[in-house]
């Protein structure tokens, strides 16, 4: 097979991602010149688009992509394979093309935000975990946190039956682990809001929904406690910047999207990837 060593992400919208800065930073920091990232705008419909998509990696010789939102999970029909995360998750954010031309798909989502922890001292021994959400980006989450040992985790979502469903689907798999849900409410938020770690995998604090949080503003975090919020743009949501007034310790998405991509360029390019290179990268963009 013809092979190129093009990759880009596949998304919409995608102008605005950050991972072509990213991964371009990395294949000039590491040497690989020939290498290029670009962004590959795949509007939902019609369906047919994505299928297309999917298969003209293959057709056009590249390596790989990345998958993000609204894709992630209806990418998986047209591959011929996916990890064991990525089958678990139920959805792809990293696709490979092997040299047979097999596509293959990966997730390294929820591995990105537990590896942002621990490259950070966090120490997840031990943690009861909440979870704000149950979409794509809570399920790779939970599964990664449940991979690291973490026996505690209640997931809190606008629609309990989604938050149901990763508890069914997971719970089996990790039998000493407790997963508990609660519809997303002020009063859940309340029960739950002594967890050691809280992490917000909702879009509440961004886009037209930025100004706003999935907390209550009465409600207040203890020092002891971290608070990591899945989202980027803006890199201080309302949820941050209130658990920061509290001296709690605060993380952004920047982190994870920089440990997520690491691995994706290491499933393409079988080198280990520059990660400080990419943080730079990313913390430089306005
Ligand atoms: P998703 O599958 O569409 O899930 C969205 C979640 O947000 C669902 O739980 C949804 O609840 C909830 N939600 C949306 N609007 C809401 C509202 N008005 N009130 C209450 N809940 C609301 O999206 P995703 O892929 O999980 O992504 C979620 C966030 O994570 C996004 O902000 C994305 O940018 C970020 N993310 C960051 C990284 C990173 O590398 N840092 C990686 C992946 C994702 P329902 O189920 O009730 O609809």
Request: no cysteine; glycine share 8%.
């Amino acid at each position: 097979m013809n092979i190129s060593n093009v990759v880009g992400i596949i998304g919409w919208p995608v102008a605005h991602s950050l991972s072509p800065l990213m991964q371009n930073a990395a294949f000039l920091e590491s040497n690989l010149d020939s290498w290029a990232y670009v962004a590959m705008p795949v509007n939902k419909l019609p369906y047919i688009r994505i299928k297309e998509a999917v298969l003209g990696l293959r057709a056009l010789g590249l390596k790989g992509a990345n998958v993000t939102i609204p894709h992630k999970e209806a990418v998986v029909p047209y591959l011929d394979r996916l990890s064991s995360e990525a089958r678990a998750i139920g959805a792809v954010n990293t696709i490979s093309i092997d040299s047979e031309g097999y596509l293959v798909g990966h997730n390294t989502d929820g591995r990105g935000f537990v590896n942002d922890l621990l490259d950070n001292g966090v120490d997840l021994t031990g943690m009861h975990v909440m979870i704000l959400g149950a979409g794509g980006s809570a399920r790779a989450v939970v599964h990664a946190l449940l991979e690291h040992g973490v026996k505690q985790i209640t997931i809190l979502n606008r629609t309990k039956t989604k938050a149901d469903d990763i508890a069914r689907s997971f719970g089996p798999h990790f039998p000493d682990a407790t997963l508990d849900t609660k519809v997303l409410s002020r009063d859940a938020i309340r029960e739950t809001a002594y967890a050691d770690l809280v992490v917000n995998t909702t879009s509440i604090g961004m886009g037209e929904n930025a100004g706003q949080m999935p907390w209550d503003e009465n409600l207040h975090f203890a020092k002891t406690q971290i608070v990591y919020d899945l989202i980027y743009n803006p890199k201080l949501t309302k949820l941050l910047l209130h658990a920061q007034k509290d001296g709690a310790r605060i993380f952004n998405g920047l982190g994870m999207l920089v440990n997520q991509g690491a691995l994706s360029f290491q499933i393409w390019t079988g080198a280990e990837a520059p990660i400080d290179a990419m943080k730079k990268a990313v913390r430089e963009f306005k």
